[in-house]
């Protein structure tokens, strides 16, 4: 009997063991595979032809979304949009209210977080902007795999001591050049 129950015990833990294994997610990338590079922040994409979805917004901003976004709760103080085919591509639109300034308010640059990353001052309906771009290695996992999210993120000063931002992410390089140029093409209701 003791000689039973060690190969039932067996047995059992190898099945917990492989049960186990197919709960973890399987590696995205295979040997060699590099990532698209991020999309510069500067200098503005060329796009003609977008058909952007338009969004008033009460702080006097229409604000630009790449094609097929809609919004969705945020649960914040901020509105965030997707993508309404596969909702993985998003933006978000928010004020600060403080005194550090743009420099104070950008993402803060960490090299291994931040591959291809990029930053640049633009101007966009009269207002001066910081804008930033960058991929972060295995930002979305989905299916049971991980692959680079490219981000970008804009902020710009309303008034004094209140800043609007808008901020992003994708997991194709090709939405995250659509978002840079909806940074650039929003517009101020303000005369």
């Given at each position: ?79 965030h ?28 640059y ?7 990353y ?33 981000d ?15 901020t ?24």
């Amino acid at each position: 009997m003791p000689h039973f129950g060690r190969r039932f015990a067996r047995r059992l833990s190898l099945a917990a063991a492989a049960g186990l294994a197919a709960c973890h997610p399987k590696p995205s990338l295979t040997l060699g595979a590099a990532p698209a590079p991020a999309a510069r922040a500067c200098p503005a994409p060329n796009l003609r032809r977008v058909q952007w979805v338009f969004v008033d917004d009460s702080t006097g901003f229409v604000l630009a979304l790449p094609p097929g976004f809609q919004e969705r709760g945020s649960g914040g103080p901020f509105r965030h949009f997707e993508s309404a085919a596969d909702y993985r591509p998003w933006m978000s639109f928010g004020i600060i209210r403080g005194e550090l300034g743009l420099s104070g308010y950008r993402r803060v640059y960490q090299p291994a977080l931040m591959p291809d990353y990029s930053e640049c001052s633009d101007t966009v309906s009269g207002y001066p902007i910081s804008i930033q771009a960058w991929r972060t290695p295995n930002g979305v996992f989905r299916n049971f795999r991980r692959s680079d999210r490219y981000d970008v993120f804009a902020i710009w000063e309303v008034r004094p001591g209140v800043y609007a931002y808008l901020t992003g992410g994708a997991d194709h390089q090709p939405t995250q050049v659509l978002m840079l140029a909806a940074i650039r093409a929003w517009r101020s209701q303000n005369p």
